[in-house]
């Protein structure tokens, strides 16, 4: 059987990288309003957003795996 605490360092790895590609995203908007496609930037700032609202979904799934986790040992 796989380690118990596994699936949360995987899922804390992922939450990880998705809020790095957030803070690319940002810079990219931030160009973009720059250079004057500001529709565009806002459109991906939404987009931002959704991925800022997923990983604190994330993070609350992780806080939860790792309690079951405790409380089983």
């Not at 380690?3 to 995203?25: R, Y």
């Not at 565009?40 to 806080?63: C, S, Y």
Request: hydrophobic residues 50%.
């Amino acid at each position: 059987m796989a380690h118990p605490k596994l699936f949360p360092a995987v899922l804390a790895s992922l939450q990880l990288n998705q809020m790095m590609i957030g803070e690319a995203f940002e810079e990219i908007a931030a160009w973009l309003e720059k250079e004057g496609a500001t529709e565009t930037a806002q459109k991906l700032r939404v987009r931002v957003g959704d991925l800022r609202f997923n990983a604190k979904t994330m993070d609350k799934a992780i806080i939860e795996l790792l309690k079951t986790d405790e409380s089983v040992h």
